[in-house]
């Protein structure tokens, strides 16, 4: 049955393309419609409560085969609060199920619940927008951001530790006064909050809020269900979607756009997903042989090209974009996913949301397609899926090393090999794309280690004055290169991931608190201040000056040039704007080496350890680049 799923004559007969899947609620009646083709009866149960075991149906709902392999019946009556699965009979056997299209669940996501989600919008919500949907992708400044991370830790002064509430809290402060949580992130000048995984995922139980658990939450359950760790009621539906729309609202209002990790690659437990349930194996890919295909390595991979998958995300990006206002899609491993399938997310997300932004993981992985002619989204198909932007391990592994070798040594940990390959970030093209649209920059996020704890485990003698040296270089590089940046959160204060044992710990999707939290008490510390003030001021450089965040290949290619030097620890470009030009210069080497400087008096932004769009001093004629740190200088000409 497996294969025939995805031959020609099963899509042509069920392919269902209404809007109408899963509950429809009014305050008259509400209808249900589910795609079970090959179900041999369906029914839905209606439940008091949301916890699965309860014994509180409220009533039973028999349905009937309708269009295209959909099963539908309507409930007379106002049912909006009350909870429902489906019980599906399949040849051999019955299941109950949760519904794919859930809008939310109760605890632990077992059973949907019918919702009237208008009812519950914070106020304001009908005016709430993108604050920042007029800017191209590369005028965003991207934060990579876990919700529990941010306030979990005790010196955090934020009072909803690891909800989503907590992201609503302003005017909180450490001991010393130094700003936390949101304060902290809109101080930083960031436009682009992005959030590891907060739809419904399986990996932290629910029913237990008083016990530390942790997970970074990529295994998805109900991919349209917001988690109910982060709200501060996991058992009642409705508070989980009311305080997310919350933490966006307020984040909305503070100027910061929202970016949600999505995880449609793969699935928490293969034969436990709901859809799997009930249309037996239909979201998952399968080799001839009948066992799972496992290109993510999270156990399973994601049939995107089968039509009803398709239309599964499709739809569930659209929900989230105009529901939820969600502003950007971080897509995890899509390279398991079909171009098809992004283009249509793109185009279809668009006609309501211009603004929605989207990029992800395009790694080429080994996965087995049930269809021929089926092109994946990875970097060398970026033509296919213009929109669409990829992450630059090209700039990761160049700054800070090769991701699958902890101790080799990038540009910045002072590796001359790796300076061509910062040159052709610079110059535009890191060998995928030629596009800026399409690149995000980044030497850190939550995979690997900690770009201070890279630099530490590669160069295990380095000072930490040393090592913080290093990683501001590394932060130069990345937020002044062509492209969009992007950072871990916490990079901007020397993040590190200790273990027990005085090791660092590089994979810490389960980690504890301990290891994940932001510990904002190192404010404390001079040279984190300093460091912070470093990323704050590379940021404004950023953002005052258009010719730092060219839109276009032929911007780049036309403005950008690299200016030769002899050391291969020094990487120099000059970069012209419409009545300014920049001279950057990275020093990786342990010596000063002075810049000759053209035409007369030059503007300095970014010197040793500070970083400003103000002028900080001035030069004429050359200027020194101190060891282990990033110049950068201006002057204004006529044109
Ligand atoms: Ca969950």
Redesign the pocket.
């Given at each position: 049955m497996q294969q025939n799923y995805s031959t020609v004559e099963f899509e042509n007969a069920y392919t269902y393309s209404g809007s109408d899947l899963g509950a429809v609620w009014s305050q008259k009646n509400t209808s249900f419609r589910v795609w079970a083709p090959t179900a041999l009866n369906a029914s839905v149960r209606i439940y008091r409560s949301g916890t699965e075991g309860t014994d509180d149906l409220a009533a039973e709902l028999p349905m009937t085969p309708a269009e295209k392999g959909t099963w539908y019946g309507t409930l007379d009556g106002d049912w909006n609060g009350f909870y429902y699965t489906y019980v599906i009979t399949l040849s051999g056997k019955t299941v109950e199920a949760c519904d794919p299209y859930a809008r939310s669940?109760g605890?632990?996501?077992k059973r949907a619940m019918i919702l009237n989600l208008a009812d519950i919008n914070p106020e304001g919500w009908d005016q709430d927008k993108n604050p920042n949907a007029e800017i191209p992708i590369t005028d965003a400044v991207i934060y990579e951001l876990h919700v529990r991370d941010l306030s979990i830790d005790r010196h955090s002064g934020i009072q909803s530790k690891g909800k989503f509430l907590g992201l609503t809290e302003t005017g909180t402060k450490i001991r010393s006064g130094h700003s936390t949580g949101l304060d902290h992130i809109r101080s930083l000048g960031i436009t682009h909050l992005h959030l590891l995984p907060f739809y419904?995922?399986?990996?932290?139980?629910?029913s237990k809020p008083e016990k530390a658990q942790f997970n970074w939450?990529y295994d998805p359950?109900?991919f349209n269900?917001p988690?109910?760790?982060y709200s501060t009621d996991?058992f009642h539906g409705e508070v989980r979607v009311r305080e997310l729309k919350q933490m966006i609202k307020k984040l909305h209002d503070n100027g910061i756009s929202v970016v949600m990790d999505v995880v449609y690659n793969h699935v928490y437990r293969t034969r436990e997903f709901c859809f799997n349930q009930i249309v037996p194996d239909y979201f998952s890919r399968f080799n001839e042989k009948g066992t799972l295909s496992n290109g993510s390595c999270c156990g399973n991979d994601t049939a995107s090209e089968r039509s009803m998958v398709r239309k599964y995300i499709v739809d569930s990006v659209n929900y989230w974009a105009n529901e939820y206002h969600i502003d950007g899609f971080r897509f995890d491993l899509v390279g398991l996913i079909d171009t098809d399938t992004i283009n249509e997310i793109m185009e279809t997300t668009h006609r309501n949301r211009p603004d929605v932004i989207f990029y992800g993981e395009g790694w080429d992985m080994p996965t087995v397609l049930t269809k021929t002619e089926v092109k994946l989204t990875i970097q060398k198909n970026a033509d296919i899926v213009p929109g669409f932007a990829f992450f630059n391990d090209t700039i990761r592994d160049a700054v800070r090393g090769s991701v699958f070798e902890t101790s080799a040594l990038g540009f910045v940990s002072g590796n001359p090999k790796c300076r061509e390959q910062i040159d052709n970030c610079y110059l535009g093209s890191p060998g995928w794309t030629n596009n800026p649209k399409q690149i995000i920059n980044y030497v850190s996020c939550h995979d690997n280690h900690t770009l201070y704890d890279r630099l530490a485990v590669s160069l295990p003698n380095a000072s930490r004055e040393e090592l913080i040296r290093r990683s501001n270089l590394g932060a130069a590089i990345n937020l002044l290169c062509p492209g969009v940046p992007f950072f871990q959160a916490g990079e901007e204060l020397l993040r590190t991931k200790p273990g027990r044992n005085g090791e660092r710990i590089h994979n810490s999707y389960r980690s504890s608190d301990r290891v994940n939290s932001l510990k904002w008490e190192h404010l404390n510390d001079p040279e984190v201040e300093k460091t912070l003030q470093y990323y704050r001021g590379l940021i404004r450089l950023r953002k005052a000056n258009p010719a730092l965040r060219y839109a276009d290949t032929v911007s780049v290619s036309g403005n950008i040039q690299k200016v030769a030097s002899s050391d291969p620890l020094t990487a120099v470009y000059m970069i012209y704007g419409s009545n300014i030009r920049f001279l950057i210069a990275f020093n990786a080497g342990q010596s000063e080496f002075m810049l000759p400087l053209p035409d007369g008096t030059w503007n300095i932004h970014v010197q040793d350890s500070e970083a400003s769009d103000s002028v900080i001093a001035r030069a004429k004629s050359c200027a020194a680049v101190a060891p282990i740190s990033a110049l950068v200088l201006s002057q204004y000409k006529e044109r």
């Open positions: 669940t605890v632990n996501g419904d995922y399986g990996s932290v139980d629910e939450g359950v109900n269900v988690e109910g760790s996991p």
